[in-house]
């Protein structure tokens, strides 16, 4: 979120630099790609950060030079993304259970009454849209790196694989079998369309009745047999290590947690752009719940972030 006094630097900035208004102007679009490819709201800040320090790193007679600056904005975030992803299977291996995306609010939450986000500049938004779901990036995570630029350059932001080949150093013949793969397994994880917005609102809006409730038949109706839960802790919450399998197991666990946990409040919200569910205690949010709902309105996942480092954006300021 941009502050009044970065504003008005910024305005300083561009009456030394006539091109910094065009070159922030970027700023949005490489924050969205940083996400998508990281899954980390931080580190995709972090990245765009250290993209446009090396823009500035060049003289200006280099910048000028450049012919279209958001394309080179674009190819050296796209590179920095797939070191950081390189080194990110590796601290993966470490990580305390399972590692779960940074989960994304809505700044126009999606219940009346939850517009306390609403405001911040608009270059600090991701564009919340089905490239974004929880489902989405969690199949990116079962990607390699070069898959997932490959994939997300070219079929959520449309780069030609010409483009994308300079990015990732590999052929563009070489970038579209990587894209392809991608494809793949993106379809191979998907459940269905899902249902309409309002229909997976209300499945969720009774899934968060039924366990305030304790309704263990109620929760068996609204979970898909199969369904899986996954929660992500990070060793700073407690949160079960490995995803719990079944509909019997993932309700008989929820319902021993809304009679063992103290009091706290459960709100309906949006996470990255579909019906989630927050748990509140003590003013702070301990919990973002993220769902994927079948085609016959039965959950088929969830995921619980619970580690506090990637709930920041979320707790009152």
């Given at each position: 979120m941009t502050t009044p006094s970065e504003q008005a630097q910024r305005q300083a900035d561009e009456q030394r630099d006539p091109g910094l208004s065009?070159?922030?102007?970027?700023?949005?679009?490489?924050?969205?790609?940083?996400?998508?490819?990281?899954?980390?709201?931080?580190?995709?800040?972090?990245?765009?950060?250290?993209?446009?320090?090396?823009?500035?790193?060049?003289?200006?007679?280099?910048?000028?030079?450049?012919?279209?600056?958001?394309?080179w904005l674009t190819r050296v975030a796209g590179r920095?993304?797939?070191?950081?992803?390189?080194?990110?299977?590796?601290?993966?291996?470490?990580?305390?259970?399972?590692?779960?995306?940074?989960?994304?609010?809505?700044?126009?939450?999606?219940?009346?009454?939850?517009?306390?986000?609403a405001g911040g500049d608009p270059a600090d938004r991701i564009t919340l849209d089905e490239s974004v779901t929880m489902a989405l990036l969690v199949v990116f995570e079962s990607m390699t790196p070069a898959e997932r630029v490959a994939f997300v350059l070219h079929d959520v932001f449309r780069y030609p694989f010409a483009e994308v080949a300079e990015i990732v150093g590999r052929s563009p013949a070489a970038c579209r079998q990587l894209a392809s793969s991608a494809r793949r397994r993106v379809t191979a994880a998907r459940t269905g369309a899902g249902p309409d917005m309002a229909r997976q609102a209300g499945v969720v809006r009774r899934f968060k009745a039924a366990?305030?409730?304790?309704?263990?038949?109620?929760?068996?109706?609204?979970?898909?047999?199969?369904?899986?839960?996954?929660?992500?802790?990070?060793?700073?919450?407690?949160?079960?290590?490995?995803?719990?399998?079944?509909?019997?197991?993932?309700?008989?666990?929820?319902?021993?947690?809304?009679?063992?946990?103290?009091?706290?409040?459960?709100?309906?919200?949006?996470?990255?752009?579909?019906?989630?569910?927050?748990?509140?205690?003590?003013?702070?949010v301990e919990t973002v719940f993220a769902f994927e709902v079948a085609d016959d309105d039965r959950i088929a996942r969830i995921w619980a972030v619970r580690n506090p480092d990637k709930l920041r954006p979320w707790q009152p300021s």
């Open positions: 065009a070159i922030m102007s970027e700023r949005r679009q490489l924050l969205n790609l940083a996400y998508r490819l990281l899954g980390s709201l931080a580190d995709a800040e972090d990245v765009v950060q250290e993209t446009y320090t090396r823009w500035y790193a060049m003289s200006r007679a280099r910048r000028e030079a450049i012919v279209s600056p958001g394309a920095i993304c797939l070191t950081q992803l390189g080194s990110a299977r590796h601290r993966r291996e470490t990580y305390v259970g399972e590692w779960l995306p940074e989960p994304l609010r809505d700044p126009a939450e999606w219940i009346a009454g939850a517009a306390d986000g366990w305030e409730a304790q309704d263990i038949d109620a929760l068996l109706g609204l979970l898909d047999p199969g369904a899986t839960a996954t929660a992500d802790g990070g060793g700073r919450a407690i949160a079960h290590l490995l995803p719990i399998e079944g509909a019997e197991r993932i309700a008989h666990l929820y319902v021993t947690i809304a009679r063992c946990a103290p009091p706290r409040t459960i709100l309906e919200r949006t996470v990255n752009g579909r019906p989630g569910l927050v748990v509140e205690a003590e003013g702070r």
